[in-house]
């Protein structure tokens, strides 16, 4: 599957964004999509994830209560709801799909297949 990451920008501490992963070549279905970020001089870091087909989201604890992952079926899209930004959320941030175990979601290595990133910025 080839995913393609849009919506990312340049706003103020205390905004939102909404981050858009679209697929081609297949859908989601059966596969798991995740959000990572990756700022500079940082390592890449997970964001959030859920199974396609129903089951929880995951995120990290310092996302939690301010980002939603979400699907759109129709579309085929992944969105990953931002709210609250602030200044450390700045990074590039990166939709990948793939079959990772639970113990695994969290943990890029387990997705195989990866957008080119979009840019968020966020000043305070």
């Known amino acids: 599957v080839q995913l393609q990451a849009s919506g990312g920008g340049a706003v103020q501490a205390g905004d939102s964004l909404r981050l858009t992963c679209a697929a081609s070549?297949?859908?989601?279905?059966?596969?798991?999509v995740a959000w990572f970020r990756q700022a500079p001089g940082k390592e890449r870091e997970f964001v959030a994830a859920r199974r396609w087909n129903g089951g929880i989201s995951y995120y990290a604890d310092s996302v939690k209560g301010r980002f939603t992952i979400s699907k759109d079926n129709a579309k085929n899209t992944v969105l990953l709801q931002m709210n609250s930004l602030k200044a450390e959320d700045t990074a590039v941030y990166y939709c990948?799909?793939?079959?990772?175990?639970?113990?695994?979601?969290?943990?890029?290595?387990?997705?195989?297949?990866w957008g080119q990133g979009t840019q968020v910025t966020v000043s305070s």
């Open positions: 070549g297949r859908t989601f279905n059966s596969l798991a």
């Open positions: 990948a799909s793939g079959t990772p175990i639970i113990s695994t979601i969290r943990t890029a290595d387990a997705y195989a297949s």
